[in-house]
Nanobody, 121 residues
Framework: QVSVAESGGGSVQAGGSLRLSCRVSGYPYRAYGVAWFRQAPGQQREGVAAIDNDDDKYYAASVKGRFTISRDDVDHIVYLQMNNLKPEDTGMYFC???????????????WGQGTQVTVSS
């Protein structure tokens, strides 16, 4: 049974930083592609960042240069470091995983419950 769990959301002012964590358990960790998605109220879910099994990284244009995705093979966690946050970054952030690398496409099989990020101006 694969499970995905996010943590690290919160409220910050514009220009601030947050680090989100995604723990994937129940399957050989390195077999996963993992991605972060976000969804604002009334909007579609969008891909933010992804890391594949070869550690190649992919970013949405809106976050490139501000967000960094990384993985910790010891603790089996994927991080999303978010710097210089903007009000438009506000939303529910979801972590997703799959044995395939879907990059920023939301075809991932396993999803977490999400963690809220709120950025005030």
């Amino acid at each position: 049974q694969v499970s995905v769990a996010e943590s690290g959301g919160g409220s910050v002012q514009a220009g601030g930083s947050l680090r989100l964590s995604c723990r994937v358990s129940g399957y050989p960790y390195r077999a996963y592609g993992v991605a972060w998605f976000r969804q604002a109220p009334g909007q579609q879910r969008e891909g933010v960042a992804a890391i594949d099994n070869d550690d190649d990284k992919y970013y949405a244009a809106s976050v490139k240069g501000r967000f960094t995705i990384s993985r910790d093979d010891v603790d089996h966690i994927v991080y999303l470091q978010m710097n210089n946050l903007k009000p438009e970054d506000t939303g529910m952030y979801f972590c997703a995983a799959d044995v395939f690398d879907y990059k920023l496409d939301p075809k991932y099989e396993w999803w977490g419950q999400g963690t809220q990020v709120t950025v005030s101006s």
